[in-house]
């Protein structure tokens, strides 16, 4: 038995957590540099806000309804997100982090100390009571049918939050209910093909000869079906599989132009690359620097800059990582563009000790090099301070636009809430 837990609206319900004036108002969250809409309150669904639109050409929409506007606050995002798992953790055997607000919950030899129903309310309480967040649970035989449950959770009412798939025929209510485009892993283009081929409802999918569906899609469908007929396929993955590669990238908040500038902030993102390095535990010898335009800037043609450089020894030492960034970045720098978004990539990973140094090498271990960067990482980690190198500048101009972002009020001292 699975159960898929899921935070309605995650974003903007966090931010309403700690602004009690805002509970059933429209709320949204956008995206880096006050972008797109990627979170609204169920209010803000009610007034018709689509997903994904830009921000610009709803902002009159949105002040003449009084509707909440709120940069992304990640750091409190993932506190609260830290929390709600927390509690997951506390009450089921096996559990898997599936995203920032979901979580699977593997519930194998529970069946005899609860019913399906009052553990999926007990813990929706008990979520509801330690952190304000609404939590929608799905619990069936299957990973499929128990996102299917999680669905209907969340889009009925009726159901309380909670919605338990063990009865068969409750099984097929349901899907008889639901459009095959809802089902966990049909996307849009797949579901396209489905409704050519007449199945319009999850109920036909289910109903499908699972060798047809293998032979026109693929075995992972065939699996699908097979979960929606109660069937388990999937399982949970406890221990996350290890990354090939770490991606640190960000937007501009503003055109830049200046050399110093996008040095800067390479300089910047290979710091944060090399600390999600050493958090896996992984090293790494190549690494990739890109910088672009917008598509949609008017001032100039697209330029998109792109090189790498790969070292004989692997390194997780956050100065090699600079070094070997700022080197490619000089080789393909070029003036004039206004650049708009830059990043680095991290890739080719090994673990300790499995490569041997070259004579010649241009980047050569250093000494104390793990000391050095366990005593960088501790602190920064701590919040009681910061470490960072001077290559990253002091002021920087081209750090990404946040200009309604609500404070951190639970990993900032000085944002606490007070109560007066």
């Known amino acids: 038995m699975f159960a898929l837990c899921d ?33 609204r309150s169920a209010e803000a669904k009610a ?21 909440q506007v709120f ?56 979520v509801q009571r330690e952190t304000h967040l609404t939590l929608g649970v799905g619990i069936a035989p299957t990973m499929t049918l128990a996102k299917l449950a999680n669905y209907a959770a969340k889009r009925w009412r009726k159901t309380d939050g909670v919605v338990v798939l063990t ?39 289910a109903n499908a000869d699972t060798h047809l569906i293998r032979k026109k899609f693929s075995v992972v469908l065939e699996r699908t079906v097979r979960e929606l007929r109660g069937e388990p396929c999937l399982a949970l993955e406890e221990t996350p599989s290890a990354r090939q590669q770490i991606v640190c990238s960000r937007s501009y908040g503003v055109k830049v132009t200046a050399k ?36 949609y800037d008017t001032g100039g043609e697209y330029c998109s800059r792109q090189g790498s450089m790969t070292c004989q020894v692997p390194t997780h030492d956050t100065r090699d990582i600079i070094k070997m960034a700022l080197s490619v970045f000089e080789k393909i720098w070029l003036s004039g563009p206004r650049y708009a978004k830059a990043g680095i990539i ?12 070259g004579l010649f090498d241009e980047i050569q271990p250093r000494a104390n090099s793990e000391a050095l960067m366990q005593v960088m990482d501790s602190l920064n980690q701590s919040r009681r301070g910061a470490l960072w190198f001077a290559g990253q500048g002091i002021e920087k101009p081209w750090q990404m636009k946040r200009e309604m972002l609500s404070p951190a009020y639970t990993t900032r001292f000085s944002d606490l809430p007070k109560v007066r």
Request: proline share 4%.
């Open 7 to 39: 935070v309605n609206s995650f974003y903007t319900s966090v931010e309403t957590v700690f602004r009690p004036d805002l509970w059933g108002k429209p709320v949204v969250v956008v995206s880096n540099n006050d972008g797109c809409i990627i979170s």
């Open 47 to 67: 007034l018709g806000i689509p997903m994904g639109a830009p921000l610009f050409k709803f902002s009159d929409f949105l002040r003449q309804h009084g509707v």
């Open 71 to 126: 940069s992304s606050n990640y750091a409190l995002y993932a506190d609260m997100s830290l929390r709600v798992m927390t509690i997951l953790e506390e009450m089921a055997p096996k559990t898997e982090v599936y995203s920032i607000d979901e979580a699977w919950l593997f519930l194998q030899g529970m069946e005899k100390l609860v019913g399906w129903q009052e553990w999926g309310h007990e813990i929706r309480n008990r």
């Open 167 to 205: 009865d068969p025929e409750r099984q097929r209510k349901l899907m008889a209910l639901a459009n095959v485009s809802d089902v966990w892993g049909v996307g849009s283009r797949i579901s396209k093909r489905l409704n050519a081929m007449g199945m319009k409802t999850v109920l036909d999918l």
């Open 260 to 295: 110093d500038e996008v040095r800067q902030s390479l300089c910047a993102f290979a710091e944060r690359a090399a600390a999600k390095l050493r958090e896996e535990g992984q090293f790494c010898r190549c690494v990739t620097v890109f910088f672009r335009t917008s598509g």
């Open 346 to 357: 991290l890739g080719d990973f090994y673990h300790r000790g499995v490569a041997q140094p």
